[in-house]
C-alpha cells in the first residue's frame, strides 16, 4: 500500500485509528472520574443492588492524576536569554492571551488519564495564533516514527448537534481539509458522542494550506500508558473490598432473630380462651415492645461481625495503590498518621521524579507550538531558543517555595532569578517587584537625609538608589586603591556630592588596605 500524502487519503486511516481508541480512552476516562467498573456486577442484577454497588466505588484514580497534574504547571515562556526583548513580549502576550497554562494544564490531564494529550497551532478570525487542547475522544494524531512527539498526520471529528453536521477537519503535508456528513440517527434521534468517525459517507470539503511544520504536538508518557493505566486491578481490588465492607454492614443492621424451643416445648397454637394466636404479631419489632414468651422457649439473635480488619485490608490497600502509581498517601487518607516522615518523603520523591520525567517530555513540544506560534502572528526572534519555563515539580506550596527562595537568596543567587526559579514569578512580576522595591529604597534614603542640618550636600536621584550606590561606591573603592585621588573618584563613578572628611579614608577601604599591607616592615 502506498504511504498516504494528501488529508484526504490520510482521512479514512486516521478515523479508523481515532474509532479503534475510543474503547480504551472510555474505560480508562471511568477510572479517573468516578464512574470506574462496578464490582461483581451479573448480567440480571437488579436495580437496587446496582444503586448499592455505585457507593462502593472511591476515585483513587481521579485523585491520582489530580495530584500529578498539579504538580506539572507552566511557569512562562521567553525568548532567548532576554525577558524583555520584543519577541519575549509578544510571546508573553500570545500565552496570556490563549491562557496557556490552562490550555497545556488540559492537555497533561489528557496524557495522565487517556493516554495521550494534543496541543494544536491554529489562527482565529484576527489573524492572530490560537492554542488549543484537543480531547482524544475527538481528536487523533499519527506520530512521527523519529520525533513520537510531532504528528506526520492528525484528524479531528466533532459534531453540531444544532445543525446536525459531523465535521471533519484533517491535517497533513502543509494542507489541511474539511469533511461533514449528516449526523447518523437512530430511530430519528441523533447518535451520542463520541460518535464513529469512520464511514464512506463523508464529502470532501475545502482544502487550505499552512506553512511551516504539522500544527499538532503529542503528550505521551515513557511507556506510552496514562498514569494509572496499569494499575486498574488495584483500583478494582479496592472497590471489590469496599463493597464487601458496606454488605456485611448493611446486613448487621438488620440482625437476624428467631425462636429457638427447648426439648418437647412447643409454641401453642390458642391462647387460654381458645383463640388462635398469631405470633408474628406477637413478636413484631417495635421500641418498647415487650415479648413474653412461652416456658421453654427461647431468642437466637446473629452476632455481628467484626469489620476492622477489612478496613485494615482497605488501608492496605489503599498504601498499594499509593506506591505503585507515586501518589502521597495524604492524598488518599487525610489521617495518615499511620506513615512514618521518611515513607511520606520516599512517596512524594517518586512522584516529583515521574513528574520531571513527564514535563522533560513536553517542554520541547510546548516549545515547538511556540515557535509556531511566533510565526503565525509573522514576529521575527532571530533564530533565538523559544523556551517554555515550568515549575520544580519539587515546589508546589508556598511554604516550601519561599524555603527554596530564602535558601537561594543566601547562596547568593539575584533576587530576580530566585523569583523566577523558585517562586515562578512571571517577568512582569519580577519587573513590577523591582520598581516597588526601588521606590521604597529611594524613600527610605530620602527620609534619612531629611533629617539634615541645613547646607548639607543634597543627595541625586542617583544616590537615592540603594543598590546603585553600593555599586558606585564599589567601583570608587577599587578606583581609590588605585591610586587616583578620592573627589575625582567620586566624580568619576557619579557620586559628586560625596565629601571626604579631612585626613579620613572610608573604614572599608581602610580595612581592605590593611588586609592587602601584608606583614609589617622591621
Known sequence: ??????????????????????????????????????????????????????????????????SHANRIRMRGV??????????????????RDNRLPMVIGDAVRNMLSARRGYLVAGVDGDGKALLTSEMPEQFYAEPDPVRPWRARAAVKVYRDTIAEVDYGLAWANGQRQWFTRPSRTVNGSQTTIPLAASGSDWTAGPIESYVGSM???????????????????????????????????????????????????ELPEKDEAGNPIDWKKVFEPAPGALWDLPEGINIWESQPSDIRPLLDAEKADARDFAGVSGTPVSMLQPDSANQSATGAAATTAQQVDACQSDIDRIRLAVAACLVT??????????????EADFENPAWVTLAEKMDAYSKAIAAGMSIGMAQKTYLGWSQEQIDEDERNRNRAA?????TAFAGQPKGAQPVSDAVAQSEDVKAKADAMGVLIRAGVEPDAAAMQVGLNGVKFRAGVMPASLVARDTANAGPPVG
Open 1 to 66: 500500500m502506498a504511504t498516504p500524502t494528501t488529508p484526504e487519503e490520510w482521512f479514512p486511516i486516521l478515523t479508523a485509528r481515532l474509532d479503534a481508541a475510543q474503547p480504551t480512552i472510555s474505560l480508562l476516562r471511568s477510572y479517573s472520574n468516578g464512574n470506574a467498573p462496578l464490582p461483581e456486577m451479573g448480567k440480571n442484577t437488579a436495580a437496587t443492588w446496582l444503586a448499592f454497588q455505585r457507593k462502593s466505588r472511591t476515585n483513587y484514580g481521579g485523585i491520582a492524576c489530580q
Open 78 to 95: 521567553r525568548v532567548g536569554s532576554d525577558d524583555k526583548s520584543p519577541a519575549s513580549e509578544a510571546l508573553r502576550r500570545i500565552a
Open 215 to 265: 500544527p499538532v504536538w503529542i503528550f505521551d508518557r515513557a511507556d506510552g500508558m496514562g498514569l494509572i493505566e496499569p494499575h486498574l486491578d488495584v483500583i478494582d481490588r479496592i472497590n471489590l473490598g469496599k463493597l464487601q465492607r458496606l454488605c456485611i454492614t448493611a446486613m448487621q443492621a438488620f440482625r437476624q432473630r428467631a425462636l429457638k424451643k427447648e426439648m418437647d416445648a
Open 373 to 386: 506560534a511566533l510565526e503565525i502572528e509573522r514576529v521575527p526572534f532571530g533564530g533565538e531558543t523559544i
Open 442 to 446: 529611594a524613600t527610605a534614603a530620602m
